[in-house]
């Protein structure tokens, strides 16, 4: 026997999401960088070569949630590194980056494991390019790509 309704709604009501609610994963676009990468500039830079996204969103109203995880770091201690995300050529962290990686201590290179996570809310339905940049302090060297696979993927989530 099927069932036709369930509290007096059709099956499709009560699968679908409620009006108004958001939250619905309507895209994901992602790159892969396998290159390594470094700058002493104090001024943000392409992190990678290939890890650009470009992505459409469908309505005004989508967020984009936009994440990179990779291998980085910085040549010296006491200093930073600053990672950001790029909508075309709009810094997203305002300056002093989105994910700050410190080095406190002796001197040394500190490679890590950096997750960088942000929701952005675009407001267009024209195709945007996001990129991971970075920039360092002080002229030391910071790195992107430092232990292999770095990816970068953008999620349109339903507003």
Not at 40 to 64: E, F, L, R
């Amino acid at each position: 026997m099927a069932i036709i309704t369930l509290n007096n709604n059709s099956l499709s009501s009560v699968t679908a999401l409620p009006a108004g609610v958001g939250g619905k994963v309507l895209q994901v676009q992602s790159a892969i960088d396998t290159g390594y990468r470094s700058t002493t500039s104090a001024s943000y830079t392409k992190a990678g070569n290939t890890c650009d996204v470009n992505i459409t969103p469908s309505s005004t109203s989508s967020k984009i949630l936009i994440t990179c995880s990779f291998g980085g770091g910085i040549s010296a201690s006491a200093n930073r590194a600053w990672y950001t995300f790029f909508r075309d050529s709009t810094d997203l962290g305002t300056g002093d980056g989105i994910r700050t990686h410190e080095v406190s201590g002796s001197a040394y290179t500190s490679e890590n494991s950096i997750h960088v996570y942000y929701l952005d809310s675009p407001n267009t339905t024209s195709q945007i390019t996001y990129s991971i940049q970075m920039k360092g302090q002080n002229g030391n060297t910071v790195n992107f790509g430092q232990k292999g696979i770095s990816t970068l993927t953008c999620m349109e989530v339903a507003g």
